[in-house]
Antibody, heavy 121, light 110 residues
Framework: EVQLVESGGGLVQPGRSLRLSCAAS????????MHWVRQAPGKGLEWVSG????????GYADSVKGRFTVSRDNAKNSLYLQMNSLRAEDTALYYC??????????????WGQGTLVTVSS | QSALTQPASVSGSPGQSITISCTGT?????????VSWYQQHPGKAPKLMIY???NRPSGVSNRFSGSKSGNTASLTISGLQAEDEADYYC??????????FGGGTKLTVL
């Protein structure tokens, strides 16, 4: 059974940093691209970042480019999102999601339950 | 990276068919066949319903179908059922090598 478990969310002050993790199991992690998608409370989905199977291709939404860094450790079946210079508008539930392909296609067939990030003073 | 345009809400009675539109530009929906659709029930993670414009993942009912014409993609649900009531989001690859979602459509089954 495919499982994606996010962790690392919490309450953080504006301007500070946070690192999210996603532990994957139930599939061959290094065969697939992975993504982060967020959802602000009561709002729609927003794609945040994606990384190909071998980290050779990485992409970011304009809203987080230069502040967030995505990475993966295939040996540990884990995906990460380093979030710096956090802003109030980054407050959201952050989902880790698996692509159905190794390279970027953005077809997300499995999602975690999300980890909540709240940016507030 | 403007969000794709979806109607805020649609409704239909059980057994009927409904269509949700998703309008973008030639830089996203119109330029690529990398369009997908997601269903999200309240408090749950999204579920992939359609990928690559009109393909259904294994396990998704054939009542769900997708298509595209120009800059507009569409999701059609036939034989509407109570459990189809949910939020639906479209998504597309963009010329900036990113992905963009639609604003979401709330489907109400009357």
């Amino acid at each position: 059974e495919v499982q994606l478990v996010e962790s690392g969310g919490g309450l953080v002050q504006p301007g500070r940093s946070l690192r999210l993790s996603c532990a994957a199991s139930g599939f061959t992690f290094n065969d697939y691209a992975m993504h982060w998608v967020r959802q602000a409370p009561g709002k729609g989905l927003e794609w945040v970042s994606g990384i190909s199977w071998n980290s050779g291709s990485i992409g970011y939404a304009d809203s987080v480019k230069g502040r967030f860094t995505v990475s993966r450790d295939n040996a540990k079946n884990s995906l990460y999102l380093q979030m710096n210079s956090l802003r109030a508008e980054d407050t959201a539930l952050y989902y880790c999601a698996k692509d159905i392909f190794a390279v970027f296609r953005g077809y997300l067939d499995y999602w975690g339950q999300g980890t909540l990030v709240t940016v507030s003073s | 990276q403007s969000a794709l345009t979806q109607p805020a809400s649609v409704s239909g009675s059980p057994g009927q068919s409904i269509t949700i539109s998703c309008t973008g530009t030639s830089s996203d929906v119109g330029g690529y066949n990398y369009v997908s659709w997601y269903q999200q029930h309240p408090g749950k993670a999204p579920k992939l319903m359609i990928y690559e414009v009109g393909n259904r993942p294994s396990g998704v009912s054939n009542r769900f179908s997708g298509s595209k014409s120009g800059n507009t993609a569409s999701l059609t649900i036939s034989g509407l059922q109570a459990e189809d009531e949910a939020d639906y989001y479209c998504s597309s690859y963009t010329s900036s090598s990113t992905w963009v979602f639609g604003g979401g459509t709330k489907l109400t089954v009357l």
